[in-house]
């Protein structure tokens, strides 16, 4: 069924929040792909002890935030050295916790991992996750490269969900269509989703104070591909607010205070001065955007989801506590799910 959304989430506390705050209606359209990531250092921790203390922690919160609903879980973003041991320990804790993960591998995926992956003690589904990049979509050789790969762990097709993640969408329109048409898997895989983001990485360049719009370039080449694909209409799957490509976040950093609003062919930006800028607002430039977004004609309403409504409330009142940049990242990523949602389950 192509009309399901896979929200691609970094494991942070605003991913962690958007997804907590989300209404049972909403969660029965997605199914959330987690990318947990190396922690940094803090000033009393190092980013392995942080890295420890984020694996012990794992089921329990995703239990919290999420229930025993199915999600995807990948690791190909944490250091080579750390990412075997960390996905044994999270997919022992999430089986021992009753919850439904399914492993994501790629082609690049070490043997190692590629056991864990098929290993009835780690994954008792025998579900596995195939994630493959541009590059290998180019590759004339990618339909024996996917056979060879389910031979080597005695995985059936129907066994796979299978992701293309095309990355950062830099161009107005990917030529994909055919090269996906042409894959063998799509047609008995057990899902099938095509993933892309063209977020920029920041809003440095080419954004003014105040209203901006970033078109949506995910959305209509999933459009596009739902038109076209004559094997198999794929599912919805992005990189919300957020750049697709992973950066270390800068450890002090002049922030804008901007907010991130999703619309249907669109991002509506409404950019602020820097939180640190001499003279600015600072913070405070927050809660002015939010009045602006929640006085406009484009607001969904406080009801519509749990950014929506952080989002009134702080925009009714310029005399409240601003938050945090954890906090607004979460007002756009919790729109955003609830946007993309109401937009895939009422296609025609």
């Known amino acids: 069924m192509h009309k399901h959304y896979i929200p691609v989430l970094r494991w942070r506390a605003a991913e962690k929040t958007a997804l907590q705050k989300m209404g049972s209606k909403q969660k029965n359209l997605i199914t959330p792909f987690i990318e ?56 022992r804790s999430c089986v021992n916790s009753q919850l439904k993960v399914i492993p994501v591998l790629n082609f690049d995926s070490t043997e190692k991992l590629r056991q864990l992956a098929v290993n009835t003690t780690t994954n008792p589904s025998d579900e596995v996750c195939l994630r493959i990049f541009l ?10 490269k996917i056979h060879d790969f389910l031979n080597s762990l005695n995985l059936l097709p129907t066994q796979i969900h299978f992701m293309v993640d095309l990355k950062y969408l830099d161009a107005d329109e990917v030529p994909v269509y055919e090269l996906i048409n042409n894959l063998d898997i799509v047609t008995t895989c057990k899902t099938f989703f095509v993933a892309g983001g063209s977020f920029p990485k920041d809003l440095s360049e080419g954004f003014i104070l105040g209203e901006n719009h970033v078109i949506r370039k995910e959305w ?60 600015s607002a600072g913070y405070r430039g927050f809660l002015a955007n939010a009045q602006l977004i929640s006085g406009s004609e484009v607001f969904k309403g406080p009801d519509f989801s749990y950014g929506d409504q952080f989002l009134q409330e702080k925009g009714s009142d310029l005399n409240s506590k601003p938050g945090n940049a954890s906090n607004w990242v979460c007002v756009g990523i919790s729109h955003h799910l609830a946007q993309v949602a109401h937009q895939v389950s009422n296609l025609p």
């Open 220 to 279: 209509n080449l999933w459009q596009t591909l739902i038109a076209k694909l004559t094997k198999r209409k794929p599912s919805y799957s992005d990189y919300t607010t957020q750049h697709p490509i992973f950066y270390e976040p800068r450890t002090v950093s002049n922030f804008s205070a901007s907010i991130r609003y999703t619309l249907e062919k669109d991002w509506l930006v409404m950019r602020g001065q820097g939180v640190l800028t001499p003279n």
């Open 36 to 91: 947990v990531f190396m922690p940094q250092a803090t000033v009393t921790k190092t980013p392995e002890t942080r890295l420890e203390e984020q694996n012990s922690n794992f089921a329990g919160q995703l239990s919290e935030v999420w229930g025993k609903e199915a999600f995807f879980l990948d690791t190909h973003l944490l250091p080579q050295e750390y990412q075997t041991a960390t996905t044994e320990y999270l997919l």
């Open 135 to 144: 590059k290998d979509l180019q590759n004339e050789d990618i339909n024996q």
